[in-house]
């Protein structure tokens, strides 16, 4: 469908063309200042390109590229069914990142995945998304529709789809197959199911790096003391000296059902998780919530108000962080704010699971 935007390597031919002649005799300063505006340039005739292929092949369509992480992902996937309900139309999900595609394929109410390697571009395309139209590529980043009353930041979802708050969403199929690929990541790192802890320290939201991987070695060393075994869930080569494990979405969700607990920084695989109806779960939140659009921060210290400020408007919740017993009515997610006191933390951590 986006073969037309093959032309995007002339495209590209073309922009390395003229940044080189416009910046022979500039400064490094007046360089850049020039590359960033040509850059500018051709990626709005690469968005014009796109909205012509779109308005031409899909215009009876709802075209989604949800451009923020898998917690996201999962609450927009998950609202497809009941919109489809409300609306005439194919849903159509469009994404550049391979690993997205396996996971929409697990939401059956979603009609087609587009996958482009050339729309990556659009990814750092961020702005307030204000209206949801048939025939147009919905960049989903911030959904707000204005002034809308919203509880947790996953209602904003809600809100833009034209929903209420509380329809049932649609969770992905784990499949046989995933099953499968899970049983033998158990026998790869050969440990028992009912002794698996997962960790996962590695957070794309928030600035993981405030809780020091010192942190999480410690927990899992007093773990293994115990007698479980310890699996992180990272690529990072910090926790080498462990058992790793980094499958694709629905496997790991396979592993994570078959495991006796999984502890977590606060981010969007953890709403995964627990939207997944994985009850044996510590999430791990940030003291200060600090994200690159907040560049002052919102504190928060206590965890059984939920989060809950005294914003009540769905722009402010677009910056918000809530409790995942909150956003899905739970009670039995252990909750936990990192406070630098580690070692209380990990007593805290280790209790529990016993």
């Known amino acids: 469908m986006l073969k037309n935007l093959a032309k995007n390597g002339m495209i590209n031919k073309i922009f390395t063309g003229i940044v080189a002649l416009f910046c022979i005799c500039c400064d490094d300063t007046k360089r850049k200042t020039i590359k960033n505006g040509i850059k500018f340039i051709f990626r709005n005739e690469k968005k014009k390109i796109l909205a012509k292929l779109i308005k031409?092949?899909?215009?009876?369509?709802?075209?989604?590229?949800?451009?923020?992480?898998?917690?996201?992902?999962?609450?927009?996937?998950?609202?497809?069914?009941?919109?489809?309900?409300?609306?005439?139309?194919?849903?159509?999900?469009?994404?550049?990142?391979?690993?997205?595609?396996?996971?929409?394929?697990?939401?059956?109410?979603?009609?087609?995945?587009?996958?482009?390697?050339?729309?990556?571009?659009?990814?750092?395309?961020?702005?307030?998304?204000?209206?949801?139209?048939?025939?147009?590529?919905?960049?989903?980043f911030y959904p707000y529709r204005g002034g809308k009353k919203s509880y947790v930041f996953c209602d904003n979802y809600n809100n833009f789809f034209n929903l209420p708050l509380d329809v049932e969403r649609e969770i992905p199929i784990i499949k046989e197959q995933n099953y499968k690929n899970a049983e033998t990541e158990f026998k790869r790192l050969k440990i028992i199911k009912e002794k698996t802890i997962l960790i996962i320290p590695d957070s794309v939201?928030?600035?993981?790096?405030?809780?020091?991987?010192?942190?999480?070695?410690?927990?899992?060393?007093?773990?293994?003391?115990?007698?479980?075994?310890?699996?992180?869930?990272?690529?990072?080569?910090?926790?080498?000296?462990?058992?790793?494990?980094?499958?694709?979405?629905?496997?790991?969700?396979?592993?994570?059902?078959?495991?006796?607990?999984?502890?977590?920084?606060?981010?969007?695989?953890?709403?995964?998780?627990?939207?997944?109806?994985?009850?044996?779960h510590t999430a791990i939140y940030p003291q200060n919530l600090d994200v690159f659009w907040t560049p002052d921060g919102f504190n928060f210290d206590n965890i059984h108000k939920n989060y809950t400020f005294k914003f009540d408007t769905e722009f402010e919740n677009v910056f918000n962080v809530y409790s995942l017993n909150a956003i899905f009515k739970r009670k039995d997610i252990h909750e936990i704010i990192y406070n630098y006191d580690d070692d209380n933390i990990i007593k805290q951590i280790v209790e529990r699971i016993e």
């Open 56 to 140: 031409e092949k899909y215009s009876d369509c709802w075209c989604i590229f949800p451009a923020n992480g898998i917690g996201d992902i999962f609450f927009i996937a998950g609202l497809v069914k009941e919109f489809k309900k409300r609306n005439t139309g194919k849903v159509v999900f469009f994404t550049w990142s391979k690993k997205t595609i396996d996971f929409l394929k697990a939401f059956p109410s979603v009609d087609e995945i587009i996958f482009d390697k050339n729309i990556s571009f659009l990814k750092y395309e961020h702005s307030l998304q204000k209206q949801f139209k048939k025939g147009e590529l919905n960049r989903i």
């Open 205 to 280: 939201m928030f600035d993981y790096r405030t809780v020091d991987c010192a942190f999480w070695k410690t927990l899992a060393e007093q773990l293994e003391e115990k007698g479980f075994s310890v699996v992180f869930n990272t690529k990072s080569k910090k926790y080498k000296n462990f058992r790793n494990t980094f499958l694709p979405l629905m496997d790991f969700i396979a592993l994570a059902k078959q495991s006796k607990h999984i502890i977590s920084f606060r981010s969007g695989i953890s709403d995964f998780l627990v939207g997944m109806n994985i009850v044996n």
